[in-house]
């Protein structure tokens, strides 16, 4: 089991910087078992993956935030988190944090259905 809680979020205007922290509690396996990503939900829109890093630390981003978000991990403190620079308006969205176990080091495609375990969210507002 996995529990997730998002910190970190506000409002910022377009340029600024922000970083989002996701605390793990877990049971069970290691947390440095578990893949971690980072999905977004603007109102209106269908949820989709930011990032997401392996155990050891291998990353994927999708396009939009290329250059401008890092993913990154604590996995003795079992934190996860996502530096955001140069922010967008179109980057507004709740933010969430996921897991999925993986019995290899890797991590399966950053789509919804692939990530068991969910944080509640964390609002981010970026004003033009």
């Known amino acids: 089991q996995v529990q997730l809680v998002e910190s970190g979020g506000g409002s910022v205007q377009a340029g600024g910087s922000l970083r989002l922290s996701c605390a793990a509690s877990?049971?069970?396996?290691?947390?440095?078992?578990?893949?971690m990503g980072w999905f977004r939900q603007a109102p209106g829109k269908e949820r989709e993956g930011v990032a997401a890093?392996?155990?050891?630390?291998?990353?994927g981003y999708t396009e939009s935030v290329k250059g401008r978000f890092t993913i990154s991990r604590d996995n003795a403190k079992n934190v996860l988190y996502l530096q955001m620079i140069s922010l967008k308006p179109e980057d507004t969205a709740m933010y969430y944090c996921?897991?999925?176990?993986?019995?290899?080091?890797?991590?399966?495609?950053?789509?919804?259905?692939?990530?068991?375990?969910w944080g509640q969210g964390t609002q981010v507002t970026v004003s033009s």
């Open positions: 890093i392996t155990s050891d630390g291998s990353t």
């Open positions: 877990v049971s069970g396996y290691a947390y440095s078992r578990y893949c």
């Open positions: 996921a897991a999925t176990w993986r019995s290899s080091n890797t991590c399966p495609e950053l789509t919804v259905h692939r990530f068991g375990y």
